[in-house]
């Protein structure tokens, strides 16, 4: 059983910056895609960025540029820097997780952040 933990989230202003970490345990830490995902408030979950087992990073048009997706496998943790943060990017973060040779997908708790002035 893989298990996901988040943490980082918090209260920013506009224009500054987060950074999210999710720490994996339960798994070999460098079989796991990995990505994160966001839900605000009445709207649906969506992704945001992921890496791969090679650290290949993919992201949603709408946080490229501004976030960066990485991985220390050493550590067993994901990490996602927020930069020049906006109003919009307001939601809930969950860490989220598969082994590569595996459908199954795992779910951290989620972290809040929150951009306000």
């Known amino acids: 059983q893989v298990q996901l933990v988040e943490s980082g989230g918090g209260l920013v202003q506009p224009g500054g910056s987060l950074t999210l970490s999710c720490v994996a345990s339960?798994?070999?830490?460098?079989?796991?895609?990995v990505g994160w995902y966001r839900q605000a408030p009445g709207k649906e979950r969506d992704l945001v960025a992921t890496i791969s087992t090679g650290g290949t990073t993919n992201y949603a048009d709408s946080v490229k540029g501004r976030f960066t997706i990485s991985r220390d496998n050493a550590k067993n943790t994901v990490s996602l820097q927020l930069n020049i943060l906006r109003p919009d990017d307001a939601a809930v973060y969950y860490c989220n997780a598969r082994k590569y040779y595996e459908s199954l997908e795992y779910w951290g708790q989620g972290t809040q952040v929150t951009v306000s002035s």
């Open positions: 339960g798994t070999q830490f460098n079989f796991l895609i």
